[in-house]
T-cell receptor, first 115, second 115 residues
Framework: EAGVAQSPRYKIIEKRQSVAFWCNPISGHATLYWYQQILGQGPKLLIQFQNNGVVDDSQLPKDRFSAERLKGVDSTLKIQPAKLEDSAVYLC?????????????FGPGTRLTVT | GNSVTQMEGPVTLSEEAFLTINCTYTATGYPSLFWYVQYPGEGLQLLLKATKADDKGSNKGFEATYRKETTSFHLEKGSVQVSDSAVYFCALSGPFSGGYNKLIFGAGTRLAVHP
């Protein structure tokens, strides 16, 4: 079974530029998550999708971050404009169900550096 | 609120030494508890979990027991190997998050094992 795929793996941009990250979850997984992991901290949930609908985006900075999951499969996370404090690893995860007992599977992450 | 506190690292051990990484939590209701591991250059992987008080999760020689009375979920291994070098994250999830599978992570503890 293929795992969660993310691209790009690394990205360097200047502040005020825009950037987009892509995630392809495990086939058949209805729930998709985006996390932000700042250096030295644990991952923090940004947004959670159930199929193509958002179920939790309470910690997403909506003035600059946006995410979509078209057709309930792939997802894109965008930052526009980027700030220095957005430097982090962005992790995508998926699970077969939203129930808290179902394991989340994580992708390798995209490391973003904002200069 | 719901939170996880784990011991600061790095933890540096010699091969075959005993490992303990402390984790305590604050949560409403009855959370499930997890340990995730992040090897260099890889995504987060679930190491073990426990879903109710007094449960013991175990995998690859690692163990952790869900202690409700002390709100703890300490990770232990009797004899570490160089290949165990990684960052370990304690996390919780539960129905307090509206039934959705929202993981709350600790800051992570880096383990370095030397031959």
């Amino acid at each position: 079974e293929a795992g969660v795929a993310q691209s790009p793996r690394y990205k360097i941009i200047e502040k005020r530029q825009s950037v987009a990250f892509w995630c392809n979850p495990i086939s058949g997984h209805a729930t998709l998550y985006w996390y932000q992991q700042i250096l030295g901290q644990g991952p923090k949930l940004l947004i959670q999708f159930q199929n193509n609908g958002v179920v939790d985006d309470s910690q997403l900075p909506k003035d600059r971050f946006s995410a979509e999951r078209l057709k309930g499969v792939d997802s894109t996370l965008k930052i526009q404009p980027a700030k220095l404090e957005d430097s982090a690893v962005y992790l995508c995860a998926s699970s077969s169900r939203t129930d808290y007992l179902y394991e989340q599977y994580f992708g390798p992450g995209t490391r973003l550096t904002v200069t | 609120g719901n939170s996880v506190t784990q011991m600061e690292g790095p933890v540096t051990l010699s091969e075959e030494a005993f490992l303990t990484i402390n984790c305590t939590y604050t949560a409403t209701g009855y959370p499930s508890l997890f340990w995730y591991v992040q090897y260099p250059g890889e995504g987060l992987q679930l190491l073990l979990k426990a879903t109710k008080a007094d449960d013991k999760g175990s995998n690859k020689g690692f163990e952790a027991t869900y202690r409700k009375e002390t709100t703890s979920f300490h990770l232990e291994k009797g004899s570490v190997q160089v290949s165990d070098s990684a960052v370990y994250f304690c996390a919780l999830s539960g129905p307090f998050s509206g039934g959705y599978n929202k993981l709350i992570f600790g800051a992570g503890t880096r383990l370095a094992v030397h031959p």
